[in-house]
């Protein structure tokens, strides 16, 4: 009997559809968030640029998933990825709540939260001054609601469907 640590040519890949719609997913919840800011014109706050960064090691992770499950790698690698990613997703979760939280007066947010932004300067002399003076908004503050969620509340939805279907694959894979 021969031992293989590597599904048959035809065996289907396990665990690919989940990579890909879980890194496809997360590439699209934080382009989104960046079109907002770069083409929406919308600033994010401190707390809004925190939950950015599981998607931004959860992206990577997934790609590596991807490649796991189209080089027919062992299954445990890929399942470990994804395990990987569904605990991002639930801290990018967690943060979410906690910013969602802050916008409502649930509970006080960061220190670092605390001011709003006037607006940069035009003016090219003026840009090293506004390094000093200007902040970023405040987090208490929902820049924008959409069915009465912020873009926390809306975070919190995709980072747990994103948490439910790479965790899920990773216990059938």
Same mark, same amino acid.
């Given at each position: 009997?021969? &031992?293989?640590?590597?599904? /048959?040519?035809?065996?289907?890949?396990?665990? !690919?559809?989940? *990579? #890909?719609?879980?890194?496809? @997913?997360?590439?699209?919840?934080?382009?989104?968030?960046?079109?907002?800011?770069?083409?929406?014109?919308?600033?994010?706050?401190?707390?809004?640029?925190?939950?950015?960064?599981?998607?931004?090691?959860?992206?990577?992770?997934?790609? &590596?998933?991807?490649?796991? /499950?189209?080089?027919?790698?062992?299954?445990? !690698?890929?399942? *470990? #990825?994804?395990?990987?990613? @569904?605990?991002?997703?639930?801290?990018g979760a967690g943060l979410g709540v906690y910013h969602a939280g802050v916008e409502w007066?649930?509970?006080?947010?960061?220190?670092?939260?605390?001011?709003?932004?006037?607006?940069?300067?035009?003016?090219?002399?003026?840009?090293?001054?506004?390094?000093?003076?200007?902040?970023?908004?405040?987090?208490?503050?929902?820049?924008?609601?959409?069915l009465g969620l912020s873009f926390a509340g809306w975070n919190v939805i995709a980072s747990?469907?994103?948490?439910?279907?790479?965790?899920?694959?990773?216990?059938?894979?």
């Open positions: 009997m021969e &031992l293989s640590l590597s599904p /048959s040519p035809t065996q289907p890949v396990r665990g !690919l559809a989940a *990579s #890909l719609i879980a890194t496809f @997913g997360m590439a699209a919840t934080v382009g989104g968030a960046l079109a907002f800011e770069h083409i929406g014109g919308y600033i994010p706050c401190a707390l809004c640029l925190m939950q950015r960064t599981p998607y931004y090691w959860g992206i990577p992770i997934g790609i &590596l998933a991807i490649v796991t /499950s189209v080089v027919k790698l062992p299954v445990w !690698l890929t399942r *470990s #990825l994804l395990s990987i990613i @569904g605990i991002l997703m639930l801290v007066h649930f509970w006080e947010g960061p220190a670092t939260c605390a001011t709003t932004a006037s607006g940069v300067s035009s003016n090219v002399g003026d840009l090293l001054g506004d390094l000093d003076s200007k902040h970023g908004p405040s987090c208490t503050d929902a820049a924008l609601r959409v747990l469907i994103l948490a439910a279907i790479a965790l899920r694959s990773a216990a059938k894979a």
